[in-house]
């Protein structure tokens, strides 16, 4: 071989090997700018396959080289880092993306573009009004000190007034607090404390703050659950405006292949307004909305206020998939998603933004907004149900005095009084049936009369005593079909007050003729109860406490043949005496026991019981209720002159005593 040839053979390896180098080293760059180029156009998995190709023809028709392999393998590592630290963002379907492709959408008729610009004033506007109404005082209500101070005034005015007392004796707070539903007055504080109590967990009778509160519990998890979907509003905003600025800007849009080349600062400046306009919806109704929730008192609003405000943020979409032309929701729903760089700093910082502001939620949710409304609810519980409910009160205009009346506990705590009894029976009998239980007024006028009248003037104006003229077997008027039915009706009632119903006779009632509340009883049971006795217990015996008038006349009667003696002390006088401390103190109201004036009403007694009719002349009168023991109180007991006439004087009585006296007594002494 000559020698020029051998030197050209020996020297030819080198230059191939440098160039071989170079070749690579420009592939390796030409590979890394077309990896950003494929990020950004989101093409990184679509195009690696001919990348990874092109690399191994090259790599086939080169010789191996080391150094070039690892630039190669840190080329593809590179581009496998810049795809996995990518996310799609896509436009929502939303009618906030109609601006997106507004002049952008093929086939579009005029009246769809116009409609569909309407739909966008139309979303704005429903989603701002919403936010509007969430912060006027009617969404906004608080129980704030002006509901503690209604409450305060309704308990010391009507809560304990006596026209507000129902059938069975009950006042009308009694029945608020113990949650009666046959309420028809006060139906807002009933539902209120209702509201209270389920709120709180809480019974009727309870005033402390329980451990467990269910509607603080759900009012917590619905402003969170409330938060997150104002939260997910928010992270849509803000990925789609950096999705957005990523799109590289001009003059005009170019829109290809259903993705953005560029977008025009027009176009970009009318997202950047709407996305500026849904942070300021969202915050509003963060706001709002938090508000709303706490302040709902009612557990079964609570859910459905939540839902209500999804739905709201939710308009959007409604519109968007309901009312918006076919044509431009194809239009948005076409268009490719685009791609934004997600590093993992970035996205723990950003997990511990939302674990920060979730915390900032639930604390300032409770301490700022839940914890006042509870002790604003127990403070007007306290207002509404505190302290004693079981009295009622009214207002003696000439007496200048507040009479109270102590009342049944509450519903739940007795039985059906006499009136619920007569009702219940009635309300299942008959139209044309006699009623066994109530007395039916023939008209208005005397209706009126009849339940105005007095028990003094009921048995005034009873012509006849009725046990022996009627109820006996030999009554005059035993079977009279009018008042036979009209005194077994009486009767009836004397022993549904009495608590006894089903009792119908006089026989069975005589333990309850004593009964200070017993009128009717004595005005029905006259001869029983011992009316027709002027030597009998004097108390209750008079016109006042029911016996009527006919037979009070019988027992005057039979005074005729009586002696002008007083008579001997018996059972009768000591049960009167005896009785003598707590009728007096049933009379007043007042229990006497404990005051100064009941040792001389003991004294009283005593002498009474020892020395007999005697000892009227020492104490011939009560000085508590000023009564004459000789002459009676017509409210109270009749007179003692038929039991003490040698002590009262009835041999020589005055002309206000004679009528009480024996006949015998008053023509002896002529």
């Known amino acids: 071989m000559p020698y020029g040839q051998r030197h050209l053979s020996e020297k030819s390896p080198l230059p191939f090997s440098q160039h071989r180098d170079q070749l690579q080293a420009d592939i390796a760059r030409i590979l890394a700018r077309l990896e950003l180029v494929e ?63 507004a002049g952008l959408a093929e086939d579009v008729g005029w009246f769809d573009k116009l409609f569909a610009g309407m739909l966008i004033i139309l979303n704005l506007g429903m989603q701002a009004a919403f936010s509007a109404v969430l912060l006027t005082d009617a969404c906004q209500f608080h129980p704030s000190l002006s509901v503690v101070e209604s409450a305060r005034v309704w308990r010391t005015s009507l809560a304990h007034d006596y026209k507000y007392i129902d059938l069975a004796n009950t006042s009308l707070v009694s029945r608020v607090c113990a949650g009666d539903g046959a309420l028809i007055l006060s139906t807002t504080q009933a539902t209120l404390i209702e509201h209270i109590n389920s709120f709180m967990g809480m019974k009727e009778s309870d005033f402390q703050r329980p451990m467990f509160q269910p509607g603080v519990l759900l009012c917590m998890l619905c402003i969170i659950l409330w938060s997150l979907c104002v939260y997910k509003e928010f992270r849509r905003i803000w990925l789609q405006l950096e999705a957005a600025s990523t799109i590289p800007k001009s003059r005009s849009t170019l829109f290809r292949e259903n993705a953005f080349v560029s977008m025009s600062w027009g176009r970009f400046s009318v997202l950047l307004t709407t996305y500026l306009a849904r942070v300021a919806i969202a915050c509003v109704l963060l706001v709002a909305g938090i508000l709303w929730l706490a302040r709902t008192t009612s557990i079964e609003e609570l859910m459905l206020n939540a839902v209500a405000l999804n739905a709201i943020l939710d308009v959007d979409e409604f519109l968007f998939a309901g009312m918006t032309p076919v044509r431009v929701q194809r239009a948005v729903q076409n268009i490719k998603p685009m791609r934004i760089k997600y590093s993992r700093r970035r996205s723990q910082y950003e997990s511990g933004v939302h674990l920060t502001s979730l915390l900032v939620l639930v604390l300032t949710s409770h301490f700022v907004l839940l914890a006042p409304l509870t002790d604003t609810m127990l403070d007007v519980k306290n207002e509404l149900c505190g302290g004693i409910q079981t009295f009622v009160v009214s207002y003696n205009t000439d007496t200048q005095q507040t009479i109270g009346l102590a009342t049944a506990p509450s519903r739940n705590a007795r039985n059906l009084s006499a009136t619920e009894f007569a009702v219940l029976v009635h309300k299942d009998s008959s ?104 030597l009998g217990i004097a108390w209750f015996r008079v016109e006042a406490q029911g016996c009527s008038s006919a037979c009070l006349e019988i027992g005057r009667r039979s005074l005729q043949n009586h002696t002008c003696e007083d008579s001997p002390m018996d059972d009768r006088w000591r049960a009167f005496w005896t009785a003598y401390p707590t009728v007096v103190s049933l009379h007043v109201g007042q229990e006497l026991a404990h005051t100064a004036a009941f040792p001389e009403m003991n004294q009283t007694m005593h002498a009474m019981l020892i020395a007999g009719c005697p000892a009227l002349l020492q104490h011939p009168s009560d000085f508590i209720t000023g009564t004459v023991w000789c002459k009676g109180h017509p409210d109270l007991l009749q007179p003692l002159a038929p039991i003490c006439p040698q002590t009262c004087g009835c041999d020589n009585p005055t002309p206000d005593l004679a009528s009480h006296c024996p006949p015998r007594c008053i023509s002896d002494s002529a």
Do not use: Y
């Open 39 to 101: 990020a950004h156009l989101g093409l990184c998995e679509k195009h690696r396959p001919l990348v990874e190709n092109s690399m191994q023809e090259t790599s086939k028709e080169a010789e191996p080289d080391v150094e070039g392999g690892q630039k190669a393998e840190l080329g593809m590592a590179s581009s496998d880092d810049s795809c996995e630290g990518l996310s799609e963002v896509r436009f929502e379907e939303s009618a906030w993306s109609i601006p997106v492709v």
């Open 431 to 534: 139209p044309d049936a006699i009623s066994a239980n109530i007395r039916f007024s023939s008209d208005v006028d005397m209706f009126r009369a009849d339940t105005s009248r007095s028990m003094k003037e009921e048995a005034s104006m009873f012509p006849f005593c009725a046990e022996t003229m009627v109820l006996n077997e030999g009554g005059q008027w035993h079977t009279d079909p009018v008042l036979r039915p009209l005194t077994d009706m009486l009767l009836t009632s004397a022993a549904n007050h009495a608590g006894l119903p089903g009792k119908q006779g006089c026989e069975e009632l005589r333990h309850l003729c004593d009964q200070p509340d017993s009128r009717l009883l004595r005005m029905m049971c006259g001869e029983t109860c011992g009316c027709l006795d002027p």
